[in-house]
T-cell receptor, first 115, second 115 residues
Framework: EAQVTQNPRYLITVTGKKLTVTCSQNMNHEYMSWYRQDPGLGLRQIYYSMNVEATDKGDVPEGYKVSRKEKRNFPLILESPSPNQTSLYFC??????????????FGEGSRLTVL | AQKVTQAQTEISVVEKEDVTLDCVYETRDTTYYLFWYKQPPSGELVFLIRRNSFDEQNEISGRYSWNFQKSTSSFNFTITASQVVDSAVYFCALKESGGSYIPTFGRGTSLIVHP
């Protein structure tokens, strides 16, 4: 089954304790990205990757890191989480094609609470 | 710069009513792509439709229809004879063909369908 898998789905942590949210897709998609969803603000892109070893900042990258060492995986790293990073996080992937018009396939979301 | 506006924050209807969700976009590109996604209460994000800027044909899929009008920069979504299962947050998104691959999402419209 084609899917994007995120883990953990739910996490409560404390300020400053490093954490990683994993994301894996089995569709051989070149493009992967991370979004955060907050009430009233919709979906905002954190980082994206056009292919292996190619990552770039989205609209709200501060406080986050990513890596793309393999095509299927795109982990989101919070080196020193703070309460303002409490949010619902989505990983997404897409087939780029010639024009990069592919729709996004989303993971189920990871709800993170930073105390 | 690309921008998507979903002016309706929340819409409440009674089952079997027709409802239209508005989406207005801004872009300087002549080639671009528009999307609608659905986020039901369970939280996942599901792709509904993609439309490119050269195809102004309206589309119908069962009770769902989409009206794309370049003259007014709108890509509205209509649900005919709404059902409780249509209750969700709906996001409109825009991706320009040039530049970095960062689709822009509207802030979403929450649709509540009452039995």
């Amino acid at each position: 089954e084609a899917q994007v898998t995120q883990n953990p789905r739910y996490l409560i942590t404390v300020t400053g304790k490093k954490l990683t949210v994993t994301c894996s897709q089995n569709m051989n998609h070149e493009y992967m990205s991370w979004y955060r969803q907050d009430p009233g603000l919709g979906l905002r892109q954190i980082y994206y990757s056009m292919n292996v070893e190619a990552t770039d900042k989205g609209d709200v990258p501060e406080g986050y890191k990513v890596s793309r060492k393999e095509k299927r995986n795109f982990p989101l790293i919070l080196e020193s989480p703070s309460p303002n990073q409490t949010s619902l996080y989505f990983c997404a992937s897409s087939l780029m094609g010639l024009t990069g018009t592919g729709e996004l396939f989303f993971g189920e979301g990871s709800r993170l609470t930073v105390l | 710069a690309q921008k998507v506006t979903q002016a309706q924050t929340e819409i409440s209807v009674v089952e079997k009513e027709d409802v239209t969700l508005d989406c207005v976009y801004e872009t300087r590109d002549t080639t671009y792509y528009l999307f609608w996604y659905k986020q039901p209460p369970s939280g996942e994000l599901v792709f509904l439709i993609r439309r490119n800027s050269f195809d102004e044909q309206n589309e119908i899929s069962g009770r769902y229809s989409w009206n794309f009008q370049k003259s007014t920069s709108s890509f509205n979504f209509t649900i005919t004879a709404s059902q409780v299962v249509d209750s969700a947050v709906y996001f409109c998104a825009l991706k320009e063909s040039g530049g970095s691959y960062i689709p822009t999402f509207g802030r979403g419209t929450s649709l509540i369908v009452h039995p």
